[in-house]
């Protein structure tokens, strides 16, 4: 699977934008996906996970109640809804995606074969 991640930006603290993840390829159902975030000197961090049904979701404690993934299997896209953004959301954004991770291990970054380009989130103060 090939992912195409688009939607950043920059934004004022508390303002919003979505990250959108377009697939091709077949069985997107089949994967399990995830965003990550890098800021600059930092390490892959993980924000948010989906199931392939979409059933079940996973946060990162820092945006819960703030940003929101989603999935349309029929469209072959994931989205992610970034609300209240803070200055230290700025990063530049992964999608990945992986036929094996499981909810209990879809934090790892290790366990994604596939990866978007990343596009860059920038939150002013």
């Known amino acids: 699977v090939q992912l195409q991640a688009s939607g950043g930006g920059l934004v004022q603290a508390g303002g919003s934008l979505r990250l959108s993840c377009a697939a091709s390829g077949r069985s997107f159902r089949s994967y399990a996906l995830a965003w990550f975030r890098q800021a600059a000197g930092v390490g892959r961090e993980f924000v948010a996970g989906i199931s392939r049904s979409g059933g079940v979701t996973r946060y990162t404690d820092s945006v819960k109640g703030r940003f929101t993934i989603s999935r349309d299997n029929a469209k072959n896209t994931m989205l992610l809804q970034m609300n209240s953004l803070k200055p230290e959301d700025t990063a530049v954004y992964y999608c990945?995606?992986?036929?094996?991770?499981?909810?209990?291990?879809?934090?790892?970054?290790?366990?994604?074969?596939?990866w978007g380009q990343g596009t860059l989130v920038t939150v002013s103060s």
């Open positions: 990945a995606a992986d036929l094996s991770i499981g909810i209990s291990t879809m934090t790892m970054p290790g366990g994604y074969e596939y």
